[in-house]
């Protein structure tokens, strides 16, 4: 089956710093659909950013990026110019498939000092 | 247009009582998920309903959970004879699925306290 582990329980950054939360999954498959939710204090999931793994290429979304690297079975999430809206848990998850369910880690609590 | 809603918002019930959970998703999303997520945790998968076919259950916790999704729309978790460790925020969310990468759109859960 597969997992996903995101080591950091709880990380902070200074506002308009830049802070990297690590991601890493385990999967026998090539083919498969990472993403990264968000989830702020009203509980109402949002999708951050996501990848699709045959793809090189590092997805990005305006101060959202990601570092995916397939063979370490690694997609870490980085933020640029935190802001203190961007405080939340966020959550790393993979989907192996067209009809397959998501597998999430356990997320990462993120706090933005101002 | 209308996200993803859940009702009710929040549901104290007494240990040994049924609750039944509802989910109404985007209108024509063909997926419906539902997670469990304890307090300080991350989402546990219950149960995927997609399309017409059958309903993939393999995240059920036992047989007092069961749910329902009928004329492919609106769904219904029910819990019976519920347990403290069934406390949590129940979440649903939705999908299209025109494509793989299609993300799930959540809706803001139904907190269960079970005293």
């Known amino acids: 089956a597969q997992t996903v582990t995101q080591s950091q329980p709880e990380m902070s950054v200074q506002e308009a710093e830049t802070v990297t939360l690590s991601c890493t999954y385990d999967t026998s498959e090539s083919d498969y659909y990472l993403f990264w939710y968000k989830q702020p204090p009203s509980r109402q999931m949002i999708l951050v950013i996501r990848q699709e793994a045959y793809k090189q290429q590092n997805a990005t979304e305006n101060r959202f990026s990601v570092n995916f690297q397939k063979a370490a079975k690694s997609f870490s999430l980085k933020i640029s110019d935190s802001q203190l809206g961007d405080a939340a848990m966020y959550f790393c998850?993979?989907?192996?498939?067209?009809?397959?369910?998501?597998?999430f880690g356990p997320g990462t609590r993120l706090s933005v000092l101002p | 247009g209308a996200g993803v809603s859940q009702s009710p918002s929040n549901k104290v019930t007494e240990k040994g009582k049924d609750v039944e959970l509802r989910c109404d998703p985007i209108s024509g999303h063909t997926a419906l998920y539902w997670y469990r997520q304890s307090l300080g945790q991350g989402l546990e998968f219950l149960i995927y309903?997609?399309?017409?076919?059958?309903?993939?259950k393999s995240g059920l916790p036992s047989d007092r959970f069961s749910a329902e999704r009928t004329g492919g729309s609106v769904s219904t978790l029910t819990i019976q004879r519920t347990q403290q460790e069934d406390s949590a925020v129940y979440l649903c969310a939705s999908s299209p699925l025109r494509t793989v990468i299609e993300t799930q759109y959540f809706g803001p859960g139904t907190r269960l306290l079970v005293l």
């Open positions: 309903f997609q399309g017409n076919s059958a309903p993939d």
């Open positions: 998850a993979y989907r192996r498939n067209y009809g397959q369910n998501f597998v």
